[in-house]
């Protein structure tokens, strides 16, 4: 795990081949920076998945990302108030391409309990959510399986995926700009 | 402690000044709870705090409550009010409408009362006449309805994973 197994690199004198595709995505993988947007209890969790017992610093996530221009991961873990909502936006969009979401707990993903005119009933209503973590709140367990769902998808994410017309729309779902190539 | 002051002294002060202004006088759990017209409001809280005998000159808070079936007095204001000094809580209440939810500011009595006020607008839509700032303070600015009347569901209406059914809805 962590390692792009089936890497293969063609070794020469002077020179070394391989597939930059997968080069790329070993590098990302091994270095995905989170940024925790956490509102509550969920966010206790996530606490405890960054501590030396479940220690999430061995997939190369120890350094916290606290400005979102140099994270990769947008961990959402909590309640967000409708009122909170066009933060989450913003956090988002200032991110820097390639980046994912992973929605953590029951009230990320769907309001969880909070049925009621406050609260925003899942992130999915304001941006694009790669991973959900069902859980309420859920263990550190399922948070490092959600992560680890994570980095199959960063292991095999194309370099050119971003620039998509599929990736476009999507942001544009959102109301949110898309690269320009 | 004991207070100095009992619900007797109290009542009997008030009426002697704001007798017609009285609706209603209850003590539930022996909390002296007096209804009074909306437009005296401002006028007895003021005098409550400047009256020496009582020193009535802490706000504890201002709510409100949405009785539906009560026409022409749909809004319920109630004030909470307490005495240091003698160590005395007071609940004023009064009415308001549903066409016209308009009662006095008493923002320049107590500057304490400007968040208050601006919640119970948040969430009754309570006009009060005379604040300084009168704009939503715990929702968010776009929201267009006041949810905390009775005539609006609690739930989000836009949540599509539960069946009506189980949900009372």
């Known amino acids: ?181 | 402690m004991k207070s100095k002051l009992s619900n007797e002294m109290v009542i009997e002060e008030i009426k002697s000044h704001f007798g017609d202004a009285i609706r209603n006088v209850e003590e539930p759990y022996g909390f002296l709870t007096v209804e009074v017209d909306a437009a005296k409001i401002h006028e007895i809280i003021s005098w409550l705090k400047s009256e020496p005998s009582l020193a009535i000159s802490f706000l504890t808070n201002i709510g409100a409550v949405h009785y539906p079936d009560n026409k022409g007095n749909e809004f319920a204001l109630v004030y909470h009010l307490q005495s240091m000094t003698n160590n005395y809580r007071l609940r004023l209440k009064a009415h308001v409408s549903l066409e016209q939810p308009e009662i006095k500011s008493i923002v320049d009595i107590y500057s304490g009362a400007n968040w208050m006020e601006r919640e119970t607008f948040d969430f009754y839509g309570i006009q009060f006449v005379g604040h300084p700032n009168l704009t939503r303070i715990l929702n968010e600015d776009s929201m267009d309805y006041y949810p905390m009347r009775k005539e609006f569901h609690l739930e989000d209406a836009t949540r599509e994973d539960k069946d009506d059914r189980f949900f009372g809805r």
Not at chain 1, 19 to 37: E, G, I, M, Q
Not at chain 1, 51 to 72: C, H, K, V
Not at chain 1, 140 to 162: A, N
């Open chain 1, 1 to 181: 795990m962590g390692k792009i197994e089936d890497l293969q690199v063609i070794n020469g004198e002077g020179y070394q081949l391989s597939v930059l595709d997968k080069v790329v995505a070993t590098a990302r993988l091994n270095s995905v920076w989170p940024l925790p947007f956490a509102t509550s209890c969920c966010g206790i969790e996530y606490m405890a998945t960054m501590g030396s017992n479940y220690d999430l610093a061995r997939f190369g996530m120890e350094r916290m990302s606290f400005s979102p221009r140099q994270a990769d991961l947008l961990i959402v873990a909590g309640t967000i108030s409708k009122k909170l909502a066009p933060i989450l936006k913003q956090v988002y969009e200032q991110m820097a391409e390639p980046k994912w979401v992973i929605s953590v707990g029951a009230c990320a993903s769907s309001g969880g309990i909070f049925d009621t005119y406050s609260v925003l009933q899942g992130i999915d209503r304001v941006i694009p959510v790669d991973v959900y973590v069902p859980g309420c709140p859920p263990r550190p367990e399922q948070i490092i399986d959600g992560i680890m769902k994570i980095h199959e998808m960063v292991k095999h994410e194309p370099m050119r995926r971003r620039y998509s017309d599929e990736y476009k729309s999507l942001l544009n779902k959102y109301d949110i700009e898309g690269n320009e190539e």
